[in-house]
């Protein structure tokens, strides 16, 4: 685990003979430094995790990690002690090898494996909300005016509800809001809306709304025993959609990078951060998207955060981020085809190279619970790679029992938190109040108006955070003289703006609870 030298006990690495070479650390001081875990399909990557949890976390470090399987739960409970763990114990010259349990809060988008992790649409911002709705270009212009005009408006944006209600007054007012912020198409209105939709039905309206996840219930110390706190996110369920998977991380390790102060190099980390199925998070990515991973990679360093990616090939991580990742754990790899072979020279090019062994060979004969180990060591120097064997952990390997997450649930210090969702006003409920008034005022004065045929009918001056909206104000006064004298063609009424935008509100009412209706009558179809 963690030895009074403030590292983390790895494992120990074998001499050509396969007998007992010395023991592989990860310096704490450079945990910071950011890492890679990698290796094929049931080569050993989860128990490497949950070995670097468990170390991070007795050293006083809180963790967050993505549980893909459900396997990484077994953290919270004691290990048990069984042959292979105590043969490998005893390979690695582990005299002192002890089980304990760790402290761990569970979060999962959905509520049910874990407290709910909530973000607001503000929160998330116009470049990862394009990214996870795979947005062109036009449509991710169309976003970024959306959140100009909310900002400007003071319109806060919390739900799905809210920007589908504002995107609905976009287009009801594109004309008009396109001479202020550019041209907005009705068409990429149309198509953010519908991708909207796909995201609800797939989920996502679990993940935006509030009470939203506070940075701080990530990075706490257990006050019993100064453990950091495990934070681990239920990802099986959100696995079935790898967009917003990725989305949700990369959007947390934003905040991490946004809200941290700057600390340098500390002693220890602040927080570490395993992205696993890091592939997820660059596959298709367009470049400003990967501009921006690889500044927050860079830079998030110096506010004491480390980052580390598991994934099952190197060659899933850009080359500009790969950089940035000191410490290397790599798992064997098969290479049967070109790119695997590829990989494998990749693989072994990373490394600073031993004279005992080849090291693009020794990945491909590697066992299971077998790595290459390279690490920082004085200087920030990558240690001589070691063909390593991986210590056993002290947690449970292997998922929880639901009763026994339950238990571990209802010990959270997050407990009724974020279990109850907040629906406070917004966008959605601001406008649709403001279109009743705007509607309401315009009423009257046209009713006391028709007294006296004279007087222009106004539609009302509607202003929210101390900026009139398009279609809420007042008719042009010359507009209104031409309107006068023209009269109008016979039998037809011009429709207002203001009862434009009252429909357009209806219709995000009517659509939200069609589809409540609908998902009922379907769901009854199903019993």
């Given at each position: 685990?963690?030895?009074?030298?403030?590292?983390?006990?790895?494992?120990?690495?074998?001499?050509?003979?396969?007998?007992?070479?010395?023991?592989?650390?990860?310096?704490?001081?450079?945990?910071?430094?950011?890492?890679?875990?990698?290796?094929?399909?049931?080569?050993?990557?989860?128990?490497?995790l949950?070995?670097?949890?468990?170390?991070f976390?007795?050293?006083?470090?809180?963790?967050?990690?993505?549980?893909?399987?459900?396997?990484?739960?077994g953290?919270?409970?004691?290990?048990?002690?069984?042959?292979?763990?105590l043969?490998?114990?005893?390979?690695?010259?582990?005299?002192?090898?002890?089980?304990?349990?760790?402290?761990?809060?569970?979060?999962?988008?959905?509520?049910?494996?874990?407290?709910?992790?909530?973000?607001?649409?503000?929160?998330?911002?116009?470049?990862?909300?394009?990214?996870?709705?795979?947005?062109?270009?036009?449509?991710?212009?169309?976003?970024?005016i959306?959140?100009?005009?909310?900002?400007k408006?003071?319109?806060p944006?919390l739900?799905?509800k809210?920007?589908?209600?504002?995107?609905?007054?976009?287009?009801?007012n594109?004309?008009?809001l396109?001479?202020?912020?550019?041209?907005?198409?009705?068409?990429?209105?149309?198509?953010?809306q519908?991708?909207?939709?796909?995201l609800?039905q797939?989920g996502?309206e679990?993940?935006?709304?509030?009470?939203a996840?506070?940075?701080s219930?990530?990075?706490?110390?257990?006050?019993?025993?100064?453990?950091?706190?495990?934070?681990?996110?239920?990802?099986?369920?959100?696995?079935?959609?790898?967009r917003l998977y990725?989305?949700?991380?990369?959007?947390?390790?934003?905040?991490?990078?946004?809200?941290?102060?700057?600390v340098?190099?500390?002693?220890?980390?602040?927080?570490?951060f395993?992205?696993d199925?890091a592939?997820l998070?660059?596959?298709?990515?367009?470049k400003v998207?990967?501009?921006?991973?690889e500044?927050?990679?860079?830079?998030?360093?110096?506010?004491g955060?480390?980052v580390?990616f598991?994934t099952?090939?190197?060659?899933?991580?850009?080359?500009?981020?790969?950089?940035?990742?000191g410490?290397?754990?790599?798992?064997?790899l098969?290479?049967?085809?070109?790119?695997?072979?590829?990989?494998?020279?990749?693989?072994?090019?990373?490394?600073?190279p031993?004279?005992?062994?080849?090291?693009?060979?020794?990945?491909?004969?590697?066992?299971?619970g077998?790595?290459?180990?390279?690490?920082?060591?004085?200087?920030g120097?990558?240690?001589?790679?070691?063909?390593?064997?991986?210590?056993?952990?002290?947690g449970?390997?292997?998922?929880?029992?639901?009763?026994?997450?339950?238990q571990?649930m209802?010990?959270s210090?997050?407990?009724?938190?974020?279990?109850?969702?907040?629906d406070?006003?917004?966008?959605?409920?601001?406008?649709?109040?403001?279109?009743?008034?705007?509607?309401?005022?315009?009423?009257?004065?046209?009713?006391?108006?028709?007294?006296?045929p004279?007087?222009?009918k106004?539609?009302?001056?509607?202003?929210?955070?101390?900026?009139?909206?398009?279609?809420?104000?007042d008719?042009?006064?010359?507009?209104?003289?031409?309107g006068?004298?023209?009269?109008?063609?016979?039998?037809y009424?011009?429709?207002t703006?203001?009862?434009a935008?009252?429909?357009s509100?209806?219709?995000?009412?009517?659509?939200?609870?069609g589809?409540?209706?609908?998902?009922?009558?379907?769901?009854?179809?199903?019993?």
């Open positions: 685990m963690t030895d009074e030298t403030g590292k983390i006990f790895i494992g120990g690495s074998r001499k050509p003979d396969d007998t007992l070479n010395k023991a592989e650390y990860l310096d704490l001081k450079f945990g910071n430094r950011h890492g890679l875990v990698t290796g094929a399909t049931g080569t050993g990557k989860t128990v490497t949950q070995v670097l949890a468990e170390g976390s007795k050293a006083g470090v809180p963790v967050f990690a993505a549980d893909i399987k459900g396997d990484l739960s953290v919270a409970a004691k290990g048990e002690a069984k042959d292979f763990l043969k490998r114990a005893e390979q690695i010259g582990m005299t002192d090898y002890e089980f304990d349990h760790f402290p761990v809060i569970f979060w999962d988008i959905y509520g049910e494996k874990g407290h709910r992790v909530r973000t607001t649409i503000a929160e998330m911002g116009p470049l990862l909300l394009a990214r996870l709705m795979d947005a062109s270009e036009p449509q991710e212009g169309v976003l970024n959306a959140f100009k005009l909310a900002d408006a003071g319109l944006l739900d799905l809210d920007l589908t209600s504002l995107l609905n007054y976009m287009a009801e594109a004309s008009e396109s001479k202020e912020f550019g041209l907005i198409s009705k068409a990429s209105v149309g198509s953010i519908r991708a909207l939709l796909v609800e797939q996502a679990h993940f935006f709304g509030e009470p996840l506070k940075i219930d990530i990075m706490r110390i257990n006050p019993n025993n100064g453990y950091g706190q495990i934070s681990i996110l239920a990802a099986d369920k959100l696995m079935m959609n790898p990725a989305t949700f991380l990369l959007w947390l390790l934003s905040e991490l990078f946004e809200e941290l102060p700057e340098g190099d500390p002693d220890k980390p602040k927080l570490v395993f992205f199925e592939h998070l660059f596959d298709e990515a367009p998207l990967l501009d921006r991973v500044q927050v990679v860079r830079l998030i360093r110096s506010k955060v480390g580390y598991v099952q090939n190197p060659l899933d991580v850009p080359e500009t981020v790969l950089a940035q990742l410490n290397r754990v790599q798992h064997a098969r290479a049967y085809t070109p790119r695997e072979q590829k990989a494998v020279k990749t693989a072994a090019d990373t490394f600073r031993n004279p005992d062994f080849d090291c693009a060979t020794a990945i491909t004969q590697l066992g299971t077998e790595a290459l180990v390279s690490t920082l060591e004085a200087k120097v990558p240690s001589m790679v070691e063909r390593t064997l991986i210590r056993p952990p002290s449970r390997i292997g998922p929880l029992t639901d009763a026994e997450r339950q571990v209802d010990k210090p997050v407990l009724g938190v974020y279990d109850e969702d907040l406070r006003e917004s966008a959605f409920e601001m406008l649709a109040a403001k279109a009743k008034q705007a509607s309401d005022g315009a009423a009257a004065k046209n009713a006391s108006d028709d007294l006296d004279e007087q222009p106004a539609t009302g001056s509607i202003s929210i955070g101390g900026w009139t909206l398009p279609g809420f104000g008719k042009d006064e010359e507009q209104d003289q031409r006068r004298k023209t009269g109008g063609r016979s039998g009424q011009r429709e703006i203001v009862e935008a009252m429909k509100v209806a219709r995000t009412v009517a659509t939200q609870v589809q409540a209706i609908v998902r009922g009558i379907l769901g009854s179809l199903k019993r």
